[in-house]
Structures are given as C-alpha cells and as structure tokens.
C-alpha cells in the first residue's frame, strides 16, 4: 500500500474538515438557508459537523435558530438553499421517517409525547417502523430508565415534566439510532431531573450513539460535550471543544456571563 497521499486537493474541490481522532463523519450540514415565512431567513449559512460517537452542542441566545436547526436537519422545514448529508448521502430535505429509518432519532424541545397514551404505547409509537421488535427494544430502553418499566400502564400525560422528559428520550432510543437529536432536554425540569438528563446522555453516548444537543444550560452542555457550536441570529458564532468554549473569554462575555449568575 502507498502511503501517499498528500496530493494537492484540485483548484474548487471540497476540503473535509479535520476528522477528530480519525472517525467517520456522521451527520453533516454546509450553508443552510432556512425559515418558516416566505424570504424570512432564520439559518444564514448555518454549518455542522458531527463525527462518529461524539456528543456535540448547540447553545446560544433565545431566538438563535438552534431549534429550526434540528427541525431544517430533520426534514420539518424546508431547507432554501445548503446541503446535509448522513453517512455521506445527500439527505436534504428527506422527511422525518425517512431518515428515522436511516437512524437519526429526534427529541422535540416541546410535545415530545402523546398524553392521552400510555408510556408502553409511547414506546410502541417510537417503533411504528419496526413493530416486531418492540419486546427486545422495550427491554434495552427499560435499562436506560427504568422508570419507563415501572409505569408501563401510566398515562404520559399524567407524568411529571422530567418523566416526560425521560419518555421522550426512551422512545426515541427504541429505533435503536446511530444519531440522536435533543433539543433542550433539561429544559423546565428540576435539578434533579436535570441532573438525570445530562448523566443519561452521557451514558446513551457512551453506548455508542452520537449525540447532537440544543441545551439553555450552556455551561453544563459544554461540559459535558466533546465540541460545542455558538449559534447567533442563525450562524456560527464560534466552535471548538467543549472545554476550549467554557474558557473562551469572549463566549464566556456574550454567552455564558449572564447565565453563570443566574445559577
Ligand atoms: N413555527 C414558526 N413560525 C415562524 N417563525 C418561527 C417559528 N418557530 C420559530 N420561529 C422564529 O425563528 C427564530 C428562531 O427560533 P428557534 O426556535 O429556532 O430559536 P431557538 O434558538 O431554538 O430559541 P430558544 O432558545 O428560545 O428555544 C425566532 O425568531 C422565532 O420567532
Ligand atoms: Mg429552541
């Protein structure tokens, strides 16, 4: 095998960005035009990469665009102009259950369950694609939270916002994903709860599922991720590690300052 390799790239070809320790890049978005009112742009050329088994982060003020992000990635809004690509393919604007059969699970930051259904019957929901293996998938998600076991029965409207919370999670983990998308999961719960949520993520990732998460609780998002994005008025404001980001005195400044003190 030749070990060259360092050819010039040609005059116009795309350069790959820098792969973290070698992995494959999972999930990638270039120059995303997005919005929801006609020539009202709410991504301005929005970029994102995410590599095999990384959790990575998305923080920013209110109103940044994190969520129309996660909802332009997973086909709910239409993209005007931009590309995402999932293990290579072209996915731009595939639907939702497309690209749920493809392995990108994707958490809602509001009305993330059905509350008239039980939570067997959320469950059963996440796996409308592949309903026969419920009872395997049933029993690796019921590991993750065991609440979910526990209260099989329980209507999900009747449950507490991080049971809610822990639901939304588990059903989005039944399709078994290569890519899990959050938006704000820690949002609006107690400590506890929010405690839950990150250490749950964490352990998800560990697992082997790459996770992209829109967090308000920008500090412990950041701690908690290998890289993190800086989202502002819909483009990239800054991008680096997780720990690079907390120690960035101008992020620290514009976009952590406040929150700090409000902890
Ligand atoms: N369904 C919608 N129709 C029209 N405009 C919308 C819609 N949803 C969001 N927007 C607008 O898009 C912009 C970005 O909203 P988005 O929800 O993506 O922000 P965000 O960064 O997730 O904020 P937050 O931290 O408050 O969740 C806002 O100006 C918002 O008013
Ligand atoms: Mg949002």
Known sequence: MSDAGHEEQQAGSRVEPA???GRQMLVNAE???AGYVPEVNILNGTQLDLYDGELIGII???GAGKSTLLKAMFGLIPIRSGIVT?????VTGAPAHELVSKGIGYVPQ???VFPSLTV????EMGMYLNPKGFSERFDVVTELFPLLANRRKQKAGSMSGGERQMLAMGRAMMMDPAVLLLDEPSA???????????IRCKQINRAGVSIIMVEQNARRCLQICDRGYVLDQGTNAYTNTGR???EDPKVIELYLGTLAKAE
Request: cysteine-free; aromatic content about 8%.
């Open 120 to 123: 067997e019957e959320n469950l």
């Open 188 to 198: 609006r719960l107690s400590p506890a709860f929010q405690d839950q949520v990150f």
């Open 86 to 90: 999932f293990r290579g393919e072209d």
């Open 19 to 21: 792969s973290p320790a």
């Open 31 to 33: 120059e995303l035009i």
């Open 244 to 246: 690079a980001l907390l």
């Open 60 to 62: 920013g003020p209110n």
């Open 110 to 112: 509001n009305n993330n």
